[in-house]
Every structure is written in structure tokens, then in C-alpha cells.
């Protein structure tokens, strides 16, 4: 086994890199999710007392961060002892939909997305779509898709609640709608690894993040349908987001936002800001981005860090080593923490964990 060494260097407690492969360095966009004391009433109308008392995220932006969707999305977030809610306002003036099955591809229509990375380790997390008829298409990932990905489509939210509101008529041409909401309950019961697990995240943070898929429509014989070009293909959709990605690609979940789950009840005050452990591990996942790059033009991985050309940091003073260990299935990337003592680790795989 062969270790090469690297440091890494920034300045203070924010990061100001420059990555060869990236144009610009996106953090992460953090919600607050308060306590809920009494359990929402899942109707799509969003009238709750308790969904009044929550604060909207920021406005969803393009994937790739650089430009401001034409309509508006926003995301509000609460939580209880049973399941995580969640509520989306979508501005759209023609909300239309036509998949009705279940776990159909339901991105061929205008929808709504939800990633949860639950342990935040980049596996094992859960994907759910819904559009404006309600149709739900819920998925478990073994791995991101850069990986070799079982995904699992049959895999379901079992105890899920959600509910649409379209504020406006559904599949009218002929008139201009508001939009449309969605509510969710998504049961805590369904996130866990095993059967025991007690994972109500109370006072902690999950990495989370939201997609809506927007696609210009055509209308044929008063019904809406996807656009084609001249070339008879399905001109491409929007993909509009809650917090970045930098690249047109959800299945990056070290790059999702960050909940953090409040004890405190809704109306009340919590204040979060994301870990510097977290910082440190950002950095090894640009790494761990560069090797993949450098395997596919070189058909190995580099065996040394100094290869990946990924410039250094310091967070608040503090150099961060980064280590490379290499071994007969490939290598991990690894940094002792010198806020926490803890040894951040990323395997070959992308799989994330502490030691």
C-alpha cells in the first residue's frame, strides 16, 4: 500500500478554490426544519397553522447556478416524531400532466423531485417524483449513477401521504393557471437501514435536495404534450433546483443542501451553520471527482494527489492533510479533522465514512 500526502489550503471558514475542472465554487443551501406540534393535515391547500409560521426556502435556481428560472419554486419544511413534511409552491402558467401509473418515468412530465441522503455517506439514499395528478414515481439507489448503480424501482414509500392543489384547471389550454402545490409526509419509518433503526433526526442535519423538471409544451388537439424541435426530438427540459449542483446531474449528493432537523417547535428560533468536517469532506469528494476523471483518460488512477491538480485549503487557519492510500481494489482518500479528531475517509466507490 502507497500513501501520498497532500494539503489542502483556503482562507478562514469559507473556501475560495480553484478547481482545474470546475468554473466556480457552489456551497450548499441550508433550511432549518422546526418541530411541528400538531401533525399536517396533508390536502395539498397548505392552510395549516403551522405551514403560516414556516419560513420558504431561497427561490429554486438553474442546476447549474448561473441562471434565474423563468417561473418560481420554493420549498417549505417541518418535521414530527413520524414523518418529514414538506411543501412546494410552483408557479407555472400552464399546469398540465398526463402519466397516471405508477412508477412510470414521471420526468416526461412537468414534476417535482425529492433526493434524501439520510447518513450522508453518497449511497443508500432515496429519490421520489410526483406530478400534477399526483402519480408518484419513489426509487432507492444503491450508489450514485458515476457508480455501478442498483437501483431499485420497485421500492416504495409504504407509509407515504401526499396530496396536489392546482390552482387553476388541470390540462386546460385554454385558459392561463398560478401553478400547482405538492404536499408531502414522507414517513420516517421508510428512511431506515434496518427494521430497529430509530433515525428521526433530532437535531441533526440530512443532506436533502429538490428538483422540479420544466419542459416547453405544444399543444395538439386542445392537449398539451412535450416540444419537439424541427428535427423531431424532444427539445430539453429545465431542471430547477434548491440548492446547485454546477453541472446538470442530481445524482451527486455530496453536493445536495443541508436540513437540519430543530427540536424546537415552528415559530421559535434555531440557528445552523454547515460543520467544518463538512467542509473537509467537500474537498475530498473534488478529489475523488478528479480521480474518476483521470481514470477515464488514463485508465488508472493517479498515484499521486499532486496529479489530480486540485489547488490546496486551510479552513480557519488549520492545514487539512489529505492522504491517499492505495490498495488492490483501488485507494481512499482520507483527512483527520483537527476540529474534530475524526478521520474523514472516501473509498474508490465514492462511499463515505468516518473512523
Known sequence: MSITTYVLLGFGGSMCLTFAQSKQEIIPQTYIAYKTPHPIVIDGKADDLAWKKTKWTNDFIDIEGNKTPKYQTRVKMLWDDQYYYILADIKEPHVWADIEEHDAVIFYNNDFEVF?????DTHNYYELEINALNTVWDLFLTKPYREATVVLNDWKFTGLISAIEVNGTLNNPQDIDRGWTVELAIPFKDLRTSYYQNNVPKDK?????????????EITNNRYSRKKGTDGTYVNEYNWVWSPIGVINMHLPEK????YFSSKVVGTLEAFSIPKDEKIKWHLYELYRAQKQYQKEHNCFASRIKDLKISNLVIDHQKINVSMQKHDMGYNLSAKSPFSNNVLIVKEDGKFFLK
Open 205 to 217: 442535519f440530512w443532506r436533502v435536495n429538490f428538483s422540479r423538471v420544466n419542459w416547453q409544451h
Open 116 to 120: 434524501i441522503d439520510p447518513d450522508g
Open 256 to 259: 445536495w443542501g443541508y436540513v
